[in-house]
């Protein structure tokens, strides 16, 4: 089993930054990636950014290109999400998820993922 403990969410002004932290426990080494993905209000749940656990090959949804960056701490086994020059559309609820198997193609996939975080809310204000 893995368990994921998304935190750091909170209240933005735009423009500003924040980092989201994912603490994972459990059964992780085995595991093929760890993803970012956000859901805003009647909106269906998006890609945000994922690597994968071996080699550290990242993806970015277009939409956070060059604002956001997803990085680990190996001794923490602790996924971070650092958000600058963060815009009001950035607002929603982030889940981290992890995959234990798959392909690099598919990682922007939530369905290629096996267990997910309760999510952090991330409000962004003018």
């Known amino acids: 089993q893995v368990q994921l403990v998304e935190s750091g969410g909170g209240s933005v002004q735009a423009g500003g930054s924040l980092r989201l932290s994912c603490a994972a426990s459990g059964r992780t080494k085995s595991s093929y990636a760890l993803g970012w993905f956000r859901q805003a209000p009647g909106k269906e749940r998006e890609f945000v950014a994922a690597?994968?656990?071996?080699?550290?090959?990242?993806r970015y949804a277009d939409s956070v290109k060059g604002r956001f960056t997803i990085s680990r701490d190996n001794a923490k086994n602790t996924v971070y999400l650092d958000m600058n020059s963060v815009k009001l559309e950035d607002t929603a609820v982030y889940y981290c998820?992890?995959?234990?198997?798959?392909?690099?193609?598919?990682?922007?996939?939530?369905?290629?993922?096996?267990?997910w975080g309760q999510g952090t809310q991330v409000i962004v204000s003018s």
């Open positions: 998820a992890l995959s234990r198997s798959g392909s690099y193609h598919f990682i922007a996939r939530a369905d290629e993922y096996d267990y």
């Open positions: 690597f994968t656990w071996n080699n550290s090959n990242t």
